[in-house]
């Protein structure tokens, strides 16, 4: 099984929809990314998050670290969102390294 | 400023040859690491630093050759190619302390 899990893998949207991807995790962690692949190839960091939520424009993020799960919420889609989310996470103990999930592909149409 | 500079974006390499792919970083990150990227299997860790000097393996480092004499650099070595390794290959730092990782632009790597 792998240690970070993101549904879903695909997910196709109406512009302006509400739009939620998650991510769970079964390691403990010092802290969860949240990166955007563009099309193109290049890789954007979108958070950082330990605990509670964050707010980047129409990007919302939060973590629960009880339940070890993060979600990543985009209001008001919009074809330029259309990218795949990665969710990675820091492992805990001392460890460097990032451990990443498989990513979910959003396709918002116009 | 530039970010992280990642070459070269494009390379075909015959099995058995050697190459280093370079990775450079302006903004004084003491960390630093090299992703791989396939199809079906995400992003994966090949090597990491926490500074110059400190090198670690990460998830699948067979194959792959690191050094980190300075902050700035942090080279990628393959050493004998192989099929295998054909891959897209991520250079990034940052993301200690409440900062985020900088990626690279990739290198595009087939081994032939």
């Known amino acids: 099984k792998n240690e970070v899990e993101q549904s879903p893998q695909n997910l196709t949207a109406q512009e302006g929809e509400f739009i939620t991807i998650n991510c769970s995790y079964s390691v403990g962690i010092s802290a969860l990314h949240w990166l955007q692949q563009h099309p193109g190839g290049g890789i954007v960091s979108l958070f950082m998050l330990s605990s509670g939520k964050k707010k980047h424009g129409r990007l919302i993020a939060t973590i629960n670290i009880q339940e070890k799960h993060s979600s990543l919420h985009i209001t008001a889609s919009h074809p330029r969102d259309s990218a795949v989310y990665i969710c990675a996470v820091m492992k805990g103990g001392g460890s460097e390294k990032l451990v990443f999930g498989k990513g979910t592909k959003l396709t918002v149409n116009p | 400023n530039a970010g992280v500079t990642q070459t070269p974006k494009f390379q075909v390499l015959k099995t058995g040859q050697s190459m280093t792919l370079q990775c450079a970083q302006d903004?004084?990150?003491?960390?630093m690491s090299w992703y791989r990227q396939d199809p079906g299997m995400g992003l994966r860790l090949i090597h990491y630093?926490?500074?110059?000097?400190?090198?670690d393996q990460g998830e699948v480092p067979n194959g792959y050759n690191v050094s980190r004499s300075t902050t700035e650099d942090f080279p990628l070595r393959l050493l004998s190619a192989a099929p295998s390794q054909t891959s897209v290959y991520f250079c990034?730092?940052?993301?200690?302390?409440?900062?985020?990782?900088?990626f690279g632009s990739g290198t595009r790597l087939t081994v032939v």
């Open positions: 903004m004084n990150h003491e960390y």
């Open positions: 990034a730092s940052g993301g200690q302390g409440n900062y985020g990782y900088t």
């Open positions: 630093s926490v500074g110059a000097g400190i090198t």
